[in-house]
């Protein structure tokens, strides 16, 4: 699925960023050796044109957990479990996408990878206003995600064969219909191919 009118990418102004690809959440992917591999191809086609990197997890310290109130449906759940500590190897990212030195990684405690972390600035010191984004779930960090950065005004790519969810239909709804009114939905051909038009 490739948007006819999505701009080329600058790499030097590009990050990709691969969010909750970690060991804990990568198996309740559909297929998800398909997605890692997707999603590693897509990391090496944005590296080797000099773009960034960006590595997204949700994890949580003793004093995070604290932090969550009752009312929070999703997380407070978590927090009473006392579950996703940030030093569980469940939580950390999985070895077939492991950053390399010079990638930017940020721990986030909620679904967006920007509301919690300092992701946005790390962004901007380097010039980067075009984000693409992968990851599981599309309903999840994906949705969220894509919401914020939209609102900050980024340029947003969507790869969608590089997200995935597990209700099938909330997967299709999102990437058809809602995500092309925020983002430029292409796949990883369609990366390849503007990545090359620079």
Request: proline residues 6%; aromatic residues 4%; hydrophobic residues 45%.
């Amino acid at each position: 699925m490739n948007t006819p009118t999505a701009p080329a990418l600058v790499p030097e102004r590009t990050a990709l960023l691969a969010m909750d690809f970690q060991n804990g959440i990568v198996p309740l992917a559909p297929q998800p050796d398909v997605l890692l591999a997707r999603v590693r191809d897509a990391i090496a086609a944005v590296r080797a044109a000099g773009g960034t990197i960006g590595h997204v997890r949700v994890a949580f310290t003793p004093d995070d957990w604290e932090t969550v109130p009752d009312r929070n449906k999703s997380f407070s759940a978590v927090a009473a479990a006392k579950a996703m500590h940030h030093e569980h190897d469940a939580t950390q990212i999985h070895e077939d996408i492991a950053p390399h030195d010079g990638d930017i990684i940020v721990r986030k405690i909620r679904y967006g990878a920007t509301s919690t972390t300092d992701l946005h600035e790390q962004l901007a010191n380097r010039g980067i206003d075009t984000l693409i984004l992968t990851g599981f779930s599309t309903s999840g960090v994906v949705l969220s995600t894509l919401i914020d950065v939209a609102d900050r005004d980024y340029l947003v790519y969507v790869l969608s064969d590089g997200v995935a969810d597990r209700d099938p239909e909330i997967h299709q709804v999102l990437v058809h219909k809602v995500f092309p009114t925020r983002a430029h939905v292409i796949d990883t051909a369609g990366l390849h191919d503007l990545l090359h038009t620079t």
